[in-house]
């Protein structure tokens, strides 16, 4: 069965603060996405990455960074952790080819930023 | 510009009275459009990927079809437990794999 994980439910952290979110997915797919949601806004994709090591920017990167040290694994980086970013966070993954592209997602991170 | 519009924004059901949800789009090229349910607090669940104009897939009570404009969601006798937001993504030819989402259409079916 399908599995995306990610590390934290809720998360409370103070500004300027440096947060990491991990997520896993246990299906060998290629790509890993980062999106975050917010009311009015839908989701919106920070960083994706279709391979190790690779990663390709989103339609809202500024003020996060993405590492992919593993296939299964790809975590997001806010480096100071700022207001603004006080939002519910989610990774998905997919694989290569018709039929397969579809993204499943995680349980989400909701972030606090205080 | 690749654009995905979702109506109504909010739909308020009666058990068993059935409904249609619009999900239109416009992008250059069609890679696919998918449907997710979304429960609240929760990251949103996959329920169909569709290709082609004219295709339908079916799961329980829900039905997704597919035209070149615009796909339909049916609901057909709803239930209390199809309460959720339902959202639909297309892929583009040109994409990389990154979804369009439209922003939803949230469900609620009362007893």
């Known amino acids: 069965d399908v599995k995306v994980t990610q590390s934290s439910r809720y998360l409370v952290k103070r500004t300027g603060e440096k947060v990491f979110l991990e997520c896993v997915q246990d299906m060998d797919h290629e790509n890993m996405f980062w999106y975050r949601q917010d009311p009015g806004l839908g989701l919106r994709l920070i960083y994706f990455?279709?391979?190790?090591?690779?990663?390709e920017k989103g339609d809202i990167p500024e003020g996060y960074s993405v590492s992919r040290e593993k296939k299964e694994r790809f975590s997001l980086i806010l480096e100071s952790a700022s207001t603004n970013q006080t939002s519910m966070y989610l990774c998905?993954?997919?694989?290569?080819?018709?039929?397969?592209?579809?993204?499943?997602f995680g349980p989400g991170t909701r972030l606090l930023v205080l | 510009e690749d654009q995905v519009t979702q109506s109504p924004e909010a739909l308020r059901l009666q058990e068993g009275e059935s409904s249609s949800l619009n999900c239109s789009y416009t992008?250059?090229?069609?890679?696919?459009l998918f449907w997710y349910r979304q429960d609240p607090g929760k990251g949103p669940e996959f329920l169909f990927t569709?290709?082609?104009a004219g295709e339908e897939k079916e799961k329980e009570r829900l039905k997704a079809t597919l035209t070149k404009k615009e796909s339909f969601l049916h609901i057909t006798a709803p239930k209390p437990e199809d309460s959720a937001t339902y959202l639909c993504a297309v892929l583009p030819t040109d994409s990389w794999g990154k979804l369009q989402f439209g922003a939803g259409t949230q469900v609620v079916v009362t007893p």
């Open positions: 990455s279709y391979d190790v090591k690779m990663k």
């Open positions: 998905a993954s997919s694989s290569e080819g018709r039929e397969e592209e579809t993204q499943y």
């Open positions: 569709l290709y082609s």
């Open positions: 992008v250059s090229g069609l890679r696919g």
